[in-house]
């Protein structure tokens, strides 16, 4: 079995100010996946990244980071010089043998002006 | 524009009545599935399915029932056995290939009153 923990369940950040969401995961998986979705009030999931477990690479993507680490099965979040629009519900899944993804209890961040 | 339609987007129920959520993809994706998602507890499997005419339980089935007779659909069913149906209803689809992203509709708010 799968497990995703997303032990911060609300942050409240300044506009600029660089924020980072944790992710946990366990799995017996050997190969894996690991996701971050985003969840604007709209509802609708958005897929931000995906990572699959023989890739340690840490990854930019504008001021969005993701620091991989599988010595301690992390999967963290960090948006730097955060923005009202990043305001929303993030998401960390995983998946493995079993296609299905295994989410998360979500992050609510909230970037204040 | 391809994607996956949920309808109706807000859905009113009351105590002992079926309702079928809609869930429509046009991304010729094989796999579909239903997650439930309550404050507090992310997103939660229902049922997913494959192939067409197969679909398997996923955590939380009990009270749902799902067909899949078209690869475009995967309609969900709320039976008047489930206890506690009040919750935002997410569909998303997925190519076969493991370890791909799953795309998600907009989802189905269901109230029962």
């Known amino acids: 079995a799968q497990k995703v923990t997303q032990a911060q369940t609300e942050i409240s950040v300044v506009e600029k100010e660089d924020v980072t969401l944790d992710c946990v995961y366990e799995t017996r998986d050997t190969t894996y996946y690991l996701f971050w979705y985003k969840q604007p009030p709209s509802g609708e999931l958005v897929f931000l990244i995906r990572?699959?477990?023989?890739?340690?690479q840490n990854e930019i993507s504008g001021r969005y980071s993701w620091n991989f680490q599988k010595s301690t099965s992390s999967f963290n979040f960090t948006i730097t010089a955060s923005q009202v629009v990043d305001s929303a519900v993030y998401f960390c899944?995983?998946?493995?043998?079993?296609?299905?993804?295994?989410f998360g209890s979500g992050t609510q961040l909230t970037v204040l002006p | 524009d391809g994607g996956i339609t949920q309808s109706p987007k807000y859905l009113f129920r009351k105590e002992g009545q079926n309702v079928t959520l809609s869930c429509e993809q046009n991304?010729?994706?094989?796999?579909m599935y239903w997650y439930r998602q309550d404050p507090g507890q992310g997103l939660r499997l229902i049922y997913y399915s494959q192939i067409v005419n197969d679909f398997q339980k996923g955590d939380i089935a009990e009270g749902y029932s799902v067909s899949r007779e078209k690869k475009e659909s995967f309609p969900l069913t709320v039976t008047s056995a489930q206890k506690n149906p009040t919750a935002f209803y997410l569909c998303a689809s997925s190519p076969k290939s493991r370890g791909s992203e799953a795309f998600f509709g907009q989802g189905t708010r269901l109230t029962v009153v």
């Open positions: 899944a995983t998946s493995g043998s079993a296609r299905q993804l295994t």
């Open positions: 990572r699959n477990s023989f890739d340690e």
């Open positions: 991304l010729n994706h094989d796999a």
